[in-house]
T-cell receptor, first 113, second 112 residues
Framework: EAGVTQFPSHSVIEKGQTVTLRCDPI?????LYWYRRVMGKEIKFLLH????????ESGMPNNRFLAERTGGTYSTLKVQPAELEDSGVYFC???????????FGNGTRLTVT | QKEVEQNSGPLSVPEGAIASLNCTYS??????FFWYRQYSGKSPELIMF????GDKEDGRFTAQLNKASQYVSLLIRDSQPSDSATYLC????????????FGKGTKLSVKP
């Protein structure tokens, strides 16, 4: 079984630019989550999709972040415009019906300069 | 008070010893508790979960939960150098089922 895959693995952009991160969950997993870890801090929840619907977006930091999951398969997380404080590792996770346990991808390391 | 607290370490143990990792949490309403292992540059990997007070054993790993003390721990018996990693404690949050609150992690080093 293929795991959760994320693209790209690394991204370096300038402040003010736009970046789109992609996550492909494990096949058949209806639940998809985005988390991020900024340097020196703990991993923090951003949002949760059930299929194509946003179930919980309480962790989204502001309206510069837009997550989509059209068709209920892969998801994208767009940051526009990026700020320096957005730098960190963005993790995607997926799970079957029931919600847990979560299976994480390797993350996308985003650096905003 | 942080929601999930862990000693950042590093915790260093000799090969073959028992490694004891500890975690406290602030929300008494928490129901689900998870231990993830993360190697540098890799994804967090679930190694144990526990929902009820007491001990839960899986191979060399034992998770212990004490809800009255708001304390969860992970014991690794017969520690191996391959166990060297960062161990993350996570607790379910008040949002959706997969809304987990993580601690910063404890870095474990097992010396041959």
């Amino acid at each position: 079984e293929a795991g959760v895959t994320q693209f790209p693995s690394h991204s370096v952009i300038e402040k003010g630019q736009t970046v789109t991160l992609r996550c492909d969950p494990i096949s058949g997993h209806d639940n998809l989550y985005w988390y991020r870890r900024v340097m020196g801090k703990e991993i923090k929840f951003l949002l949760h999709f059930v299929k194509e619907s946003k179930q919980d977006e309480s962790g989204m930091p502001n309206n510069r972040f837009l997550a989509e999951r059209t068709g209920g398969t892969y998801s994208t997380l767009k940051v526009q415009p990026a700020e320096l404080e957005d730098s960190g590792v963005y993790f995607c996770a997926s799970s079957q019906v029931g919600g847990t346990p979560l299976h994480f991808g390797n993350g996308t390391r985003l650096t905003v300069t | 008070q942080k929601e999930v607290e862990q000693n950042s370490g590093p915790l260093s143990v000799p090969e073959g010893a028992i490694a004891s990792l500890n975690c406290t949490y602030s929300d008494r309403g928490s129901q689900s508790f998870f231990w993830y292992r993360q190697y540098s540059g890799k994804s967090p990997e679930l190694i144990m979960f526990i929902y009820s007070n007491g001990d839960k054993e899986d191979g060399r790993f034992t998770a212990q939960l004490n809800k009255a003390s708001q304390y969860v721990s992970l014991l690794i018996r017969d520690s191996q150098p391959s166990d060297s990693a960062t161990y993350l404690c996570a607790v379910n949050g008040r949002g959706s089922q997969g809304n987990l609150i993580f601690g910063k992690g404890t870095k474990l080093s097992v010396k041959p």
